[in-house]
T-cell receptor, first 110, second 113 residues
C-alpha cells in the first residue's frame, strides 16, 4: 500500500495552543494535501503544497514539506474548539490516484 | 450548487444482497471517485473515473462495480454484499484541469450483516 501515516494518532490540546501533526508517505509525489473531517461528515480540503514547495501558509495553517524525508507537517496556530476534527494528508503523483493517510484525531478543549 | 450528494445516508444489508450507492455532482467535474473509510485505515480508493464512459480500478476494487454514463453521476454497485464491506463510503469529484482539490460528499454508512 502507498498509504501514508499521520502522527500522532490522537492529540488533545487546550484552546489557544498550537497543534502540530505529521504525515509520512512512501513514494515520490506531485502534490500533498491536507483535509479535515468533522465527525460524521465528509472531508474538506484545507491546503495543497506542491513537491517543489517547502512551506505554505493559509490563515492559521502552516504546512511544510520535506521530500527528502517523505514527510509533511501541519501546524494549526491559536487553536479553537471548532478545530476539533480528524485531519488527513493525501498524496498524489502525476496519475489519477490519491493516497490518504490514517488520520490524526484532534480535540481542542475550551 | 449542491456540490456532491450521496444517497442513501445509511443502509443495512444482509450478506449476499446487492445494492447501488448513488453519487451525483453538479459542478461539471470530469473526475469522480469512490473511497471507503475504515477505522485506523484512512480512506482507500475503490474506483475512479476521468470522464463519462471511462472508469478504472483503485486500491481496493474487488467486490465493487462502477459505471459512468453521464458527467454528473457515478454509482457504486455491490454485487453480493459481504460483512467485510461494512464501511463508510465517500464519493468525491474534482475538475480535471485547474487543481487537484477533491470535493467530498457526506458519505453513506453501510452495515452488512
Amino acid at each position: 500500500s502507498q498509504q501514508g501515516e499521520e502522527d500522532p494518532q490522537a492529540l488533545s490540546i487546550q484552546e489557544g495552543e498550537n497543534a502540530t501533526m505529521n504525515c509520512s508517505y512512501k513514494t515520490s509525489i506531485n502534490n500533498l494535501q491536507w483535509y479535515r473531517q468533522n465527525s460524521g461528515r465528509g472531508l474538506v480540503h484545507l491546503i495543497l503544497i506542491r513537491s517543489n514547495e517547502r512551506e505554505k501558509h493559509s490563515g492559521r495553517l502552516r504546512v511544510t514539506l520535506d521530500t527528502s524525508k517523505k514527510s509533511s507537517s501541519l501546524l494549526i496556530t491559536a487553536s479553537r474548539a471548532a478545530d476539533t476534527a480528524s485531519y488527513f494528508c493525501a498524496t498524489d503523483d502525476t496519475g489519477n490516484q490519491f493516497y490518504f493517510g490514517t488520520g490524526t484525531s484532534l480535540t481542542v478543549i475550551p | 450548487n449542491a456540490g456532491v450528494t450521496q444517497t442513501p445516508k445509511f443502509q443495512v444489508l444482509k450478506t449476499g444482497q446487492s445494492m447501488t450507492l448513488q453519487c451525483a455532482q453538479d459542478m461539471n467535474h470530469e473526475y469522480m471517485s469512490w473511497y471507503r473509510q475504515d477505522p485506523g485505515m484512512g480512506l482507500r480508493l475503490i474506483h475512479y473515473s476521468v470522464g463519462a464512459g471511462i472508469t478504472d480500478q483503485g486500491e481496493v476494487p474487488n467486490g465493487y462495480n462502477v459505471s459512468r454514463s453521464t458527467t454528473e453521476d457515478f454509482p457504486l454497485r455491490l454485487l453480493s454484499a459481504a460483512p467485510s464491506q461494512t464501511s463508510v463510503y465517500f464519493c468525491a469529484s474534482r475538475p480535471t484541469f485547474g487543481g487537484r482539490t477533491q470535493y467530498f460528499g457526506p458519505g453513506t454508512r453501510l452495515l452488512v450483516l
